[in-house]
């Protein structure tokens, strides 16, 4: 379909298919003890094995009028309440409990109980499956900060991603550019899926023959060889052009701030007076109302302007977990850490699978298919840690 300005929009995509099997593995199983090679040193050169076709739905475009301006508001602050408000608002509660905060938060968390407190029994079941850690970034790894561009993740927090890493495949999903979470991050070893898993790099696997995979062979900054899959690359000079758009109309809202995410774009809420959200809301809408294989969706204190396909974290997730040549979903036990709106599709994904973990990272209460939760980001640092302990354990006995 042709839009705007000459680009193109393909709901279906051809990519090229080099086998993309990723360590087998970093993560392993008790039958496989000795073995703790990491992602890093995955050298072989891949083998194309040709074309494959990737098709992707492409998902109806969600009218925005007034109403839905109004459910964007109300989203992004329940995605971020005040730290002294736990409880959701009565009208959205699915609780029967009395409405104060405590209860409203202990019954929460009787749902989503503590990834840390209920380790041994969660990783019970884990212990001879192929582990998987996907991470989100923002508000997971790193805290939230009012300037995107300083949202830096300590150090602690670098080590411990490098050492899960050591252990388990282990990927980066974030709503961000993906260049921009890589400088942030910096550990090669990693995969990196950016704009909400339409722009997903890893590193080259050792392959063994035969085995299919998705992508692109390309070469990274630094030379070395990789893979890359970029479901929605047709929607870029579109991005740039709403971009544009939307930074002409942030520049007359104080405090308003536009981040172009390459296949999204997001618009930042957090810095301007609650009293011009709905101007701002409204800005947006009448770009993105010219647009209609654009959608917006909420997180916190952020709208991110998405291209309309079915194309989100969970995929991303399922994607990573099926290249690396791993369909056998009784076999794989997938970690998922987020705290937002969007890691919610993420979150369905792991619940639809027999095995896994959903963990919300989150100090109030918020509607979630998480299975469990953790406060903020200095539980992460310490649900990885003892991931990491727990791991060295079980390779000793
Ligand atoms: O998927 P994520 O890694 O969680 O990325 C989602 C968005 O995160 C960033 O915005 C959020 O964090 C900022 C820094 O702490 C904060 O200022 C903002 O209010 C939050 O919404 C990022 O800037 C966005 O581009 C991402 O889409």
């Known amino acids: ?22 360590a087998a593995m970093a993560s392993k199983s008790k039958t496989s003890k000795q073995n703790t090679t990491t992602n890093a040193s995955l050298s072989s050169p891949a083998t194309l094995t040709g074309a494959v076709h990737y098709s992707l739905k492409k998902i109806s475009p969600r009218k925005t009028d007034n109403k839905s301006i109004h459910e964007w508001l109300e989203s992004m602050k329940e995605s971020s309440p005040p730290r002294s408000r736990r409880c959701l608002r009565s009208d959205t509660s699915a609780t029967l409990e009395p409405e104060t905060p405590d209860t409203q938060y202990k019954a929460w968390k009787a749902r989503h109980p503590s990834a840390l407190d209920n380790f041994d029994r969660i990783f019970e079941v884990a212990d001879a499956k192929q582990i998987f850690v996907f991470l989100d970034y923002d508000g997971t790894l790193s805290p939230i900060v009012e300037d995107p561009e300083r949202a830096f993740m300590s150090d602690e927090m670098r080590n411990v991603v490098k050492e899960v890493a050591t252990f388990f495949v282990t990927a980066i999903i974030t709503g961000r550019r993906r260049e921009k979470v890589y400088e942030f991050v910096q550990l090669p070893e990693l995969y990196y899926a950016g704009s909400h898993g339409m722009d997903i790099m890893g590193p080259l696997p050792q392959t063994s023959n035969g085995v299919k995979t998705y992508g692109t062979k390309t070469l990274d900054g630094t030379g070395n060889e990789v893979v890359l899959f970029q479901p929605a690359n047709d929607i870029t000079c579109i991005m740039d052009e709403v971009y544009r758009l939307l930074e002409e109309k942030a520049r007359k809202i104080s405090g308003a701030r536009i981040e172009h995410n390459k296949f999204c774009v997001s618009v930042h809420f957090r810095c301007v007076k609650e009293e011009n959200w709905l101007h701002l809301a409204e800005e947006v809408n009448s770009v993105i109302k010219s647009y209609p294989n654009l959608y917006a969706t909420q997180g916190r204190k952020v709208l991110e302007i998405r291209p309309s396909i079915l194309w989100n974290k969970g995929r991303a997730l399922e994607f990573l977990i099926r290249t690396l040549g791993f369909a056998n979903r009784n076999g794989v036990f997938p970690i998922y850490i987020g705290d937002d709106q969007t890691d919610e599709d993420a979150f369905k994904v792991v619940a639809r699978r027999r095995h896994g973990l959903s963990i919300l990272v989150s100090d109030s209460v918020k509607e979630t298919h998480a299975s469990h939760s953790l406060q903020d980001p200095n539980e992460v640092l310490k649900f990885l840690q003892h991931l990491v302990k727990w791991r060295k354990m079980s390779v000793r006995s």
């Open 1 to 22: 379909m042709l839009l705007r300005n000459g680009c193109f929009f393909e709901v279906t995509i051809i990519v090229g298919a080099p086998p993309f099997k990723k």
